[in-house]
């Protein structure tokens, strides 16, 4: 039996199709990475959108909620059903804040908790569930502008969470103020 040796393959083409295939597969899985990569992001930003959204809808109920109440003496018929209201809506709100808190920078997050505090105040502050008490117009109004306070708030933290220049230029932009000697500080 005689065996013929096959030729020899040529080193040069072997070395082109292997470098063609390799960098087809790493351009390939780096495509997928990356593609990947932005579902998530894109995804995670959706939730917090909805987050922020739901959040902001409750404080803005809330806020009617305890404008109602304020707008009413404490001897009504409907008053203990908004007192629970209102502390239901203050637990929702509490909720969603310690949901957001998680995704938000340290500064949006301060700012939130700052609103939500004050909105808790007012609404279920001073003579809150007290049956004697009489309708305070202050307060009720409060109530509105202190509902809108948290939402814009949360807006402002979720536009400061998710703008990729605001994070990337405000602070480069802050330390080229600092070098000015013209720009006042604030």
Not at 9 to 15: D, E, G
Not at 30 to 54: F, M, V, Y
Not at 127 to 140: H, K, L, S, Y
């Amino acid at each position: 039996m005689i065996f013929y040796a096959a030729p020899a393959p040529n080193p040069t083409l072997i070395a082109v199709v292997s470098n063609w295939a390799s960098t087809g597969l790493i351009g390939f899985v780096l495509g997928l990475l990356s593609s990947a990569w932005l579902q998530k992001s894109k995804s995670t930003r959706d939730e917090l959108h909805l987050a922020c959204g739901e959040l902001c809808v409750t404080a803005a109920t809330a806020g009617e909620v305890g404008t109602k109440y304020w707008l009413r003496d404490g001897q009504q018929a409907d008053i203990p059903e908004l007192e629970i209201r209102i502390r239901g809506l203050q637990r929702t709100l509490s909720g969603l804040a310690a949901i957001l808190r998680e995704s938000l920078h340290s500064q949006g997050a301060r700012g939130v908790d700052s609103a939500l505090e004050k909105f808790f105040d007012t609404i279920s502050g001073g003579a809150f569930g007290e049956v004697d008490r009489t309708a305070d117009t202050i307060r009720a109004a409060q109530c509105y502008l202190r509902a809108a306070d948290v939402v814009v708030s949360v807006r402002r933290a979720f536009m400061d969470k998710t703008s990729l220049t605001r994070r990337i230029w405000r602070p480069v932009i802050a330390r080229y103020n600092a070098l000015l000697p013209f720009v006042g500080s604030d």
